[in-house]
Antibody, heavy 122, light 107 residues
Framework: EVQLVESGGGLVQPGGSLRLSCAAS????????MDWVRQAPGKGLEWVGR??????????EYAASVKGRFTISRDDSKNSLYLQMNSLKTEDTAVYYC?????????????WGQGTMVTVSS | DIQMTQSPSSLSASVGDRVTITCRAT??????LAWYQQKPGRVPKLLIS???TLESGVPSRFSGSGSGTDFTLTISSLQAEDVATYYC?????????FGQGTKLEIK
């Protein structure tokens, strides 16, 4: 079964750090670009960032709202995606989803994890 | 950056109604447009890619159209299980922006 499972969420104080993980199974993780998407409570979806595959030099893109504070990485040997979040702000409170990008030219999010909640509060 | 605007933000319709949701981009994105459905308390699900290509397993009452800056998602005959928030998303280049969502309810 194709599956993404996030972990690492929790309560953190403003200015703090947190590292999220996303474990992939059921597909060749190393072939795919992978993204993070978040959703604040009661709000819409916000794209956070993307990491491409080895063939595309593991290049990374970030949303302006997180650039310089968040770092995306991956370990293909462990079929895992990571999101290191530093200098957290209250507005970073959200459910964080990892999402698989479909292979080929239609780069849509075809598989989503169940999400992990991050709460930034004092 | 290109912004994506959906209308309406919320919609109430009766079972059997034809429902149309619009998504507009501030610049042309060709057909690099996806639609996602998020049912209450659930994870988003891909419905349509390339503006009009229905994903496998998605009921045929769903359809998408458009190109350039104007896109529509249509449900030909609304069913109770279609209650959800629908999001469009551009995927031609970063940032891969979502629309603000359209919340669909049953009247």
């Amino acid at each position: 079964e194709v599956q993404l499972v996030e972990s690492g969420g929790g309560l953190v104080q403003p200015g703090g750090s947190l590292r999220l993980s996303c474990a992939a199974s059921g597909f060749t993780f190393s072939d795919h670009y992978m993204d993070w998407v978040r959703q604040a409570p009661g709000k819409g979806l916000e794209w956070v960032g993307r990491i491409r595959n080895k063939a595309n030099s593991y290049s990374i893109e970030y949303a302006a709202s997180v650039k310089g504070r968040f770092t995306i990485s991956r370990d293909d040997s462990k079929n895992s995606l990571y999101l290191q979040m530093n200098s957290l702000k209250t507005e970073d409170t959200a459910v964080y989803y990892c999402a698989r990008v479909r292979l080929g030219t239609t780069k849509v999010f075809d598989i989503w994890g169940q999400g992990t909640m991050v709460t930034v509060s004092s | 950056d290109i912004q994506m605007t959906q209308s309406p933000s919320s919609l109430s319709a009766s079972v059997g109604d034809r429902v149309t949701i619009t998504c507009r981009a501030t610049q042309g994105i060709s057909n690099y447009l996806a639609w996602y459905q998020q049912k209450p308390g659930r994870v988003p699900k891909l419905l349509i890619s390339a503006a009009s290509t229905l994903e496998s397993g998605v009921p045929s009452r769903f359809s998408g159209s458009g190109s350039g800056t104007d896109f529509t998602l249509t449900i030909s005959s609304l069913q109770a299980e279609d209650v959800a928030t629908y999001y469009c998303q551009k995927y031609n280049s970063a940032p891969y922006t979502f629309g603000q969502g359209t919340k669909l309810e049953i009247k």
